[in-house]
């Protein structure tokens, strides 16, 4: 009554007579030639109708409901027998079945839950209601004295260092983390009982973190202008040393009593050339 799967339609027939095929055993998933008819005309193999191998795991539920309980998961190559056709369900919740190890005590087993309950791990998390970030792993003061290095507001992000373990001292599962606001260190509580205090941040949550830290590292202020056109306000060293000496010598003049006059059309030599500006000492 072995369950057997059926590799391939192409059957062989010995020189000894009957016909063989290969086939795949459900049980242990060895892979070999069967004979299924002898050379007498018996038959060892035939097909069963209602008997059904599973192409990948699938959870086998009491009921006819995804609702009800699972009482194991089907692993891929297992066989089954049904006892009736199979029938289609409307209306009924989509469930997804998980093969997992948990991190604490490392068991294995399966997780069946509808979309949305399980969501992939990453090591940001978001605080849910505000929670004290300790020095320490331990959060019951009276096992040891917590020391507080400062209270997570809602909606902050962390970035645990590690996945998230068991508090001895107060049975509270709790993770060391880095917060994004002020990168200060410590440990924070994720779950108190059936309270969640912190999550995994969602793709959306990811997203504008990025987008802020691009916006911050943004420079603030506008390139310096380099062109070298008119109105730049930049002059060469050259201009710079004939105004800077300018300024200086008739800041001394004017401490001086000294006033300029305005430079004088004179006929020096008959060309009718611009004099060189006289001076005046006013009172003169």
């Known amino acids: 009554g072995e369950a057997l799967e059926l590799l391939s339609e192409t059957s062989m027939q010995p020189g000894s007579g009957g016909t063989r095929q290969k086939f795949r055993a459900c049980l242990d998933g060895v892979e070999g030639w069967i004979t299924t008819k002898g050379s007498q005309g018996k038959v060892y193999v035939k097909t069963a109708k209602k008997h059904y191998v599973c192409l990948q795991a699938c959870p086998l539920h009491a009921g006819l409901g995804v609702e009800s309980p699972v009482l194991k998961v089907l692993m891929p190559g297992e066989a089954f027998q049904a006892f009736e056709e199979p029938k289609e369900i409307n209306g009924g919740e989509r469930r997804i079945t998980y093969n997992v ?82 990168g200060v260190v410590g440990w924070a509580t994720v779950r108190d009982g059936q309270l969640l205090q912190l999550r995994p941040a969602t793709a959306q949550e990811l997203q504008e973190e990025q987008n802020v830290q691009q916006e911050s590292a943004a420079p603030s202020t506008p390139p310096l202008n380099n062109s070298k056109g008119k109105g730049s306000g930049k002059a060469s060293p050259k201009g710079r040393g004939k105004a800077s000496t300018q300024v200086k010598e008739e800041q001394e003049e004017q401490q001086a009593g000294w006033d300029w006059r305005g430079a004088k059309r004179g006929s020096a030599g008959g060309g009718g050339q611009w004099s060189n500006a006289k001076r005046y000492r006013s009172g003169w």
């Open 101 to 182: 190890r948990a991190v604490s005590d490392s068991s294995d087993g399966w997780v069946v839950s509808a979309a949305g309950e399980v969501i992939p791990w990453v090591s940001t998390y978001k605080v849910l209601k505000a929670t004290a970030l300790t020095k320490s792993l331990a959060a019951n003061e009276a096992a040891e004295l917590v020391q507080v290095v400062r209270v997570l507001d809602a909606s902050e992000l962390l970035d645990l260092t590690g996945p998230p373990v068991t508090d001895s001292t107060s049975g509270q599962i709790r993770a060391r983390c880095v917060a994004k606001l002020d």
